[in-house]
């Protein structure tokens, strides 16, 4: 499973890269913010919403901490898609964030 930290997908999201990010954390969570962008798609809803997901596409999976994004991250790869786990998750986030309208 490819990984990257925290501070290196801040760096790709203040530079206006092109990262498509999908939050796995659960509704309370995202409640409080979410990096401006991401979708929101909980662990628990992932297999029935692989729809939603593009496998043309590049992702990253961001969590709390990077444990959730970590499964999820690895359940995406086996059905084929390419994604890149977040370690240190929102926990390690220090840029703006937006509230969920998923």
Not at 63 to 89: H, I, K, M, P, W
Request: hydrophobic share 30%; charged share 35%; with cysteine.
């Amino acid at each position: 499973m490819k990984q990257i930290d925290m501070k290196e997908l801040t760096e790709k999201v203040k530079n206006s890269e092109n990262v498509n990010i999908i939050d796995v954390r659960e509704d309370d969570e995202v409640a409080q913010g979410k990096i401006p962008g991401a979708k929101h798609i909980p662990l628990g809803e992932v297999p029935s919403r692989l729809d939603e997901i593009d496998n043309s596409k590049h992702y990253y999976m961001v969590c709390r901490s990077g444990g959730r994004s970590g499964r999820a991250s690895e359940f995406l790869e086996e059905q084929g898609y390419d994604v890149t786990n977040v370690d240190g998750g929102m926990l390690a986030w220090d840029g703006p964030t937006e509230k969920s309208n998923d």
